[in-house]
């Protein structure tokens, strides 16, 4: 693959990851996911049309179909990583609360400043504003895209022979 399909895709994330930026900064959006799908691959697909148009036929040259792949690849695996890089883990979390403290703490004063309701709180959030989760006359529900969400994992778990909640 040529250095210049690197220079190009690297450009492209490059412009992606600022717009990326710029709009969480001035307003963070409900569903992340989805915000991330149209920050980093809309840009693919306009390109895509706007060369089919401009180029008037349906194949492309190398570096093109290259480029886009490659950019398709790497912007999947960004968007796929993003929750990973924007929760609270609770390795994080405990690596945070360490880390505060010059001297360390010994496990038992980990475990009384470790609080997991926040862990909770912020992915019933998550849920909820990703529309995988419901709330309604007190109760918490999972919707119909939470149930379609939920399938392919399941479906995986059974394949592998895990129980479900291990492994």
Same mark, same amino acid.
């Given at each position: 693959?040529?250095?210049?399909?690197?220079?190009?895709?690297?450009?492209?994330?490059?412009?992606?990851?600022?717009?990326?930026?710029? !709009?969480?900064?001035?307003?963070?959006?409900?569903?992340?996911?989805?915000? @991330?799908?149209? #920050?980093? /691959? *809309?840009? &693919?697909? %306009?390109?895509?049309?706007? !060369?089919?148009?401009?180029?008037?036929?349906?194949?492309?040259?190398?570096? @093109?179909?290259? #480029?886009? /792949? *490659?950019? &398709?690849? %790497?912007?999947?695996?960004?968007?796929?990583?993003?929750?990973?890089?924007?929760?609270?883990?609770?390795? @994080?979390?405990?690596?945070? /609360?360490?880390?505060?403290?010059?001297?360390?703490?010994?496990?038992?004063?980990?475990?009384?400043?470790?609080?997991?309701?926040?862990?909770?709180?912020?992915?019933?959030?998550?849920?909820?504003?990703?529309?995988?989760?419901?709330?309604?006359?007190?109760?918490?529900?999972?919707?119909?895209?939470?149930?379609?969400?939920?399938?392919?994992?399941?479906?995986?778990?059974?394949?592998?022979?895990?129980?479900?909640?291990?492994?």
């Amino acid at each position: 693959m040529p250095a210049f399909v690197f220079f190009v895709e690297f450009a492209l994330l490059f412009v992606c990851f600022l717009v990326h930026i710029v !709009l969480w900064r001035w307003r963070r959006p409900r569903n992340h996911g989805a915000a @991330l799908g149209v #920050i980093f /691959l *809309l840009p &693919l697909v %306009v390109a895509t049309l706007f !060369l089919m148009i401009f180029l008037q036929t349906s194949s492309f040259p190398e570096n @093109l179909f290259s #480029i886009l /792949l *490659l950019h &398709l690849s %790497v912007s999947s695996a960004y968007i796929l990583t993003y929750p990973a890089l924007e929760g609270l883990s609770p390795s @994080l979390l405990c690596l945070l /609360l360490i880390g505060k403290e010059r001297t360390g703490l010994t496990a038992k004063e980990l475990r009384l400043r470790f609080d997991e309701t926040i862990l909770r709180e912020q992915k019933m959030q998550d849920l909820l504003d990703s529309g995988l989760i419901l709330e309604s006359e007190g109760k918490v529900c999972v919707t119909e895209r939470g149930k379609r969400f939920v399938r392919p994992f399941l479906l995986l778990r059974r394949l592998l022979g895990l129980p479900l909640g291990q492994g």
